[in-house]
Nanobody, 126 residues
Framework: QVQLVESGGGLMQAGGSLRVSCAASGRTFSNYAMGWFRQAPGKEREFVAAISRLGRFTSYADSVKGRFTISRDNDKNTVYLQMNSLQPEDTAVYYC???????????????????WGQGTQVTVSS
């Protein structure tokens, strides 16, 4: 079992930067592949970025590639999402997620995730 708590959301102007964090507690953090998802009003929750257990591999949705960076610090039990060049279409609740599957190297879909945080709101004004 792992508990996830996001923080760092807020209101930003278009073109700005923001970093959201996800602190984990419970079992050994480095055992979990991690991911970030987001959900805008009236839309389905969508994949944003993923990172492997030791942080060696990352993947991104095409819509954020080149603007967002996922990273993790296993000593601090924390995963981060650095968001640059924010656009109004990035407005959403951002969730971090973890999978307990030992065979999943990289999260690709929300259906692979076993644990979720409560989410943090990111709002980008034009």
């Amino acid at each position: 079992q792992v508990q996830l708590v996001e923080s760092g959301g807020g209101l930003m102007q278009a073109g700005g930067s923001l970093r959201v964090s996800c602190a984990a507690s419970g079992r050994t953090f480095s055992n979990y592949a991690m991911g970030w998802f987001r959900q805008a009003p009236g839309k389905e929750r969508e994949f944003v970025a993923a990172i492997s257990r030791l942080g060696r591999f990352t993947s991104y949705a095409d819509s954020v590639k080149g603007r967002f960076t996922i990273s993790r610090d296993n000593d601090k039990n924390t995963v981060y999402l650095q968001m640059n060049s924010l656009q109004p279409e990035d407005t959403a609740v951002y969730y971090c997620a973890a999978t307990r599957s030992e065979t999943t190297t990289m999260i690709k879909s929300r259906y692979e995730c076993d644990y979720w945080g409560q989410g943090t709101q990111v709002t980008v004004s034009s």
